[in-house]
């Protein structure tokens, strides 16, 4: 496994992290047990939860993915051999996470959040705690393509109350760490100035990133970059599309498009079809896996810290895990670049 810090704090992060988002959904809990155990044994020691998990949201299900880790860290006591993230929700209408009308990123359901988080992980801190998605109303998840659609929201709350409370947690002890999900550069130039009024600074951002979703190069990548921020690049795949098994219409029974459809239909556009077929016959050219060439040119990227893979069973992490001693040749990243200088946004979210 290789290493990379995150953010600038100090803390030692595999450049795979565990994603975690299925287990208490399409998978089960021995079998996100099974998961924990492998990818420790390879040296994955960052793992990437959320308050909401697994996906798809629902109030059934709400939380069981960190109950997972919570009975694995019972049962192991090795609290202390992993990098543990996790998510406080964004705005939205699922009142059932908390018992209110919509979760926010205020104070108040800051504090609620952690408390439920840390209880049901079975741990006293949290190493990285993230804001899920902002508070203020951005298109996310694809639904504005690449294009910014501004919402206006009088009651936005200021990102300066959220990264306040933020700083209390690191202060308490509850957090070591903290970052952000789902941002743009506006964000993340907000949440650094409010380090400059005394809140911690934060470490990270989680986006989405992959060979279909090159969007945090426009912006983000250097601002981060120099700032001492890391990528932690989620949805590396694009939920599966990029290891070529959807080609043709393809839908194999237990996959993510044939048990959750509408999760995929960001990475079905005519062009992102066709963005699929080329990446996977250059990769089979360089008798590669379709898979293992999305995964290593995300890994390979300087901006990148750390790459959260999705895993439904025993093969797909080993291979997914693997990636990280694949090299992408000088000349399979010039055909790479020339793909996506045709096909520039096959798919943003
Ligand atoms: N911050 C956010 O808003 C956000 C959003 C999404 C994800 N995340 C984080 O990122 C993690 C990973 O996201 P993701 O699951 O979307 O990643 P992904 O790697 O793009 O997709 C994972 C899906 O692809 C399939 N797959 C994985 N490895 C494969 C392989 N080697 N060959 C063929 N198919 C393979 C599996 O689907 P099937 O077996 O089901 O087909 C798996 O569920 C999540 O668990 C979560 O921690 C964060």
């Given at each position: 496994m290789k290493y990379r810090e995150l953010g600038e704090s100090g803390i030692q992060v595999s450049l795979i992290c565990l994603g975690t988002m299925t287990w208490g959904e399409q998978n089960t809990r021995e079998e996100a047990l099974a998961q924990m155990d492998y990818a420790l044994e390879h040296g994955v020691n960052f793992w990437d939860a959320a308050e909401m998990y697994p996906v798809p949201p629902r109030k059934e299900t709400q939380g069981d993915t960190e109950r997972c880790i919570g009975d694995w860290l019972k049962r192991t006591g090795r609290r202390h051999d992993v990098v543990l993230a996790t998510k406080v929700t964004g705005r939205s209408d699922r009142s059932w996470i908390r018992d209110v009308r919509e979760t926010r990123v205020n104070r108040a359901q800051i504090i609620a959040a952690i408390h439920g988080s840390l209880k049901r992980l079975n741990t006293d801190y949290i190493d990285l705690y993230q804001?899920?998605?902002?508070?203020?109303?951005l298109?996310?998840?694809g639904e504005a393509g690449a294009s910014y659609v501004h919402k206006q929201t009088a009651d936005e709350t200021p990102i300066l109350e959220a990264m306040e409370t933020m700083t209390e947690l690191v202060n308490s002890g509850k957090v070591r760490c903290i970052g952000v999900s789902n941002e743009t550069p506006w964000g993340v130039s907000q949440y650094l100035e409010a380090s400059k009024q005394g809140c911690q600074r934060i470490v990270s951002v989680q986006n989405s990133y992959s060979l279909l979703n090159r969007v945090y190069e426009h912006g983000l990548s250097e601002y981060a970059f120099r700032e001492g921020i890391g990528l932690l690049a989620y949805s590396p795949l694009a939920m599966g599309s990029l290891s070529g098994k959807y080609i043709g219409g393809r839908t194999p029974a237990g996959s993510r498009k044939a048990l959750f459809?509408?999760?995929l239909t960001r990475y079905e556009s005519e062009q992102a079809k066709e963005c699929i077929v080329q990446y996977a016959r250059l990769?089979?050219?360089h008798s590669l896996h379709p898979a293992d060439m999305a995964l290593a040119f995300v890994n390979s990227r300087p901006f990148v810290t750390s790459n959260i893979i999705g895993a439904t069973n025993p093969d797909q992490l080993k291979q997914n895990i693997d990636s990280v001693d694949l090299t992408l040749s000088d000349e399979l990243e010039t055909a790479i670049q020339?793909?996506?200088?045709?096909?520039?946004h096959p798919a943003a979210a």
């Amino acid at each position: 496994m290789k290493y990379r810090e995150l953010g600038e704090s100090g803390i030692q992060v595999s450049l795979i992290c565990l994603g975690t988002m299925t287990w208490g959904e399409q998978n089960t809990r021995e079998e996100a047990l099974a998961q924990m155990d492998y990818a420790l044994e390879h040296g994955v020691n960052f793992w990437d939860a959320a308050e909401m998990y697994p996906v798809p949201p629902r109030k059934e299900t709400q939380g069981d993915t960190e109950r997972c880790i919570g009975d694995w860290l019972k049962r192991t006591g090795r609290r202390h051999d992993v990098v543990l993230a996790t998510k406080v929700t964004g705005r939205s209408d699922r009142s059932w996470i908390r018992d209110v009308r919509e979760t926010r990123v205020n104070r108040a359901q800051i504090i609620a959040a952690i408390h439920g988080s840390l209880k049901r992980l079975n741990t006293d801190y949290i190493d990285l705690y993230q804001i899920h998605w902002p508070d203020r109303r951005l298109g996310l998840w694809g639904e504005a393509g690449a294009s910014y659609v501004h919402k206006q929201t009088a009651d936005e709350t200021p990102i300066l109350e959220a990264m306040e409370t933020m700083t209390e947690l690191v202060n308490s002890g509850k957090v070591r760490c903290i970052g952000v999900s789902n941002e743009t550069p506006w964000g993340v130039s907000q949440y650094l100035e409010a380090s400059k009024q005394g809140c911690q600074r934060i470490v990270s951002v989680q986006n989405s990133y992959s060979l279909l979703n090159r969007v945090y190069e426009h912006g983000l990548s250097e601002y981060a970059f120099r700032e001492g921020i890391g990528l932690l690049a989620y949805s590396p795949l694009a939920m599966g599309s990029l290891s070529g098994k959807y080609i043709g219409g393809r839908t194999p029974a237990g996959s993510r498009k044939a048990l959750f459809p509408n999760f995929l239909t960001r990475y079905e556009s005519e062009q992102a079809k066709e963005c699929i077929v080329q990446y996977a016959r250059l990769a089979e050219s360089h008798s590669l896996h379709p898979a293992d060439m999305a995964l290593a040119f995300v890994n390979s990227r300087p901006f990148v810290t750390s790459n959260i893979i999705g895993a439904t069973n025993p093969d797909q992490l080993k291979q997914n895990i693997d990636s990280v001693d694949l090299t992408l040749s000088d000349e399979l990243e010039t055909a790479i670049q020339a793909i996506h200088l045709r096909c520039k946004h096959p798919a943003a979210a």
